[in-house]
């Protein structure tokens, strides 16, 4: 969601010179690729920023009807930079924050994988979706996948959540086998449960995005406004998306979930175990608790 904040102005970015992304115009089509191959494409702090500057040209630039979001190399994307939040947090004695943590910095609360996107938007997914990049799939209007590739959650697997979203893109039982287990759900799955549009050959999926996306630039733009909307109202629904309140608070919360980190050992265990390639040991009992809130 937007919060009245300009990025790319704020922060002096250059579209045709981004750090982790790059952005690219095809006629009236932004096509946007995530563009840290050698991090499995995970969202580290410049994956964030460099990704909602392109989407906020997408939303502000009206000569731009649609959009695809694809990546480079074998991963969509792997979710967080598990390896840059467990370095920021592991220390406890450290104040250290990252910037989408920082209620004093112009990227606070600012995350492409729940980010309001105000047109036709397709996902070109070349490979893994995992966590935080599956959420970036879920934002799309339409999904071209590659069929060679994969669906999974995993953020119960670390500890962080986990996407009861997912209970409103998939048949609810296979949406909790994919949240509460490590399942992968494969291409054909995916396309057999309705969570994709196409199942193509990798090479084939980015010329099949844009099409989409053409083919909604040809639509009538109010018609288009109205269903991009509706669509914007199902993933605000299923808690994709952010609320209004969201970013008061948050910005009202946020120490509080950051000591919470720091404080409970469980709370880094499964990203810690993840970093140090070895199996979690959790201490907690599973319990009900009406005011537990995911961080």
């Not at 998939?170 to 992968?184: S, V």
């Not at 994709?196 to 018609?223: C, R, W």
Request: aromatic letters at 8%; one cysteine or more; proline letters at 3%.
């Amino acid at each position: 969601m937007q919060f009245g904040k300009d990025i790319t102005k704020e922060l002096n970015l250059d579209l045709n010179n981004l750090e982790a992304a790059t952005f690219e115009r095809v006629d009236d089509i932004a096509v946007i690729t995530m563009n840290r191959p050698e991090a499995a494409n995970s969202l580290n702090t410049a994956m964030h920023r460099d990704v909602v500057a392109c989407f906020d040209e997408v939303n502000n630039n009206d000569e731009i009807k649609a959009a695809v979001i694809t990546a480079n190399g074998r991963f969509f994307c792997a979710g967080r930079d598990i390896k840059e939040f467990v370095g920021t947090y592991s220390e406890k004695e450290s104040n250290a924050l990252r910037p989408i943590d920082d209620p004093n910095h112009v990227m606070f609360a600012t995350q492409c994988n729940h980010y309001d996107v105000w047109k036709p938007l397709i996902g070109a997914v070349n490979g893994a979706a995992v966590g935080g990049g599956l959420e970036i799939a879920i934002m799309c209007d339409m999904i071209v996948m590659a069929d060679d590739t994969y669906i999974a959650d995993l953020h119960a697997k670390i500890n962080v959540g986990g996407m009861n979203s997912m209970n409103t893109f998939l048949p609810p039982m296979i949406a909790r086998e994919l949240t509460m287990t490590d399942r992968r759900i494969n291409a054909q799955e995916c396309l057999d449960h309705g969570f994709a549009n196409y199942v193509l050959p990798k090479d084939q999926i980015l010329e099949k995005a844009i099409d989409l996306a053409k083919a909604t630039a040809l639509m009538g733009p109010d018609s288009i406004q109205r269903l991009k909307q509706g669509s914007i109202e199902l993933q605000r629904k299923s808690g994709n998306l952010r609320y209004e309140n969201y970013y008061e608070t948050r910005k009202a919360n946020q120490m509080k979930m950051i000591e919470k980190v720091k404080s409970d050992d469980d709370m880094l265990e499964g990203m810690e175990a993840f970093v140090e390639k070895r199996q979690s040991d959790y201490k907690k009992a599973v319990k009900t608790d009406n005011d537990f809130k995911p961080y």
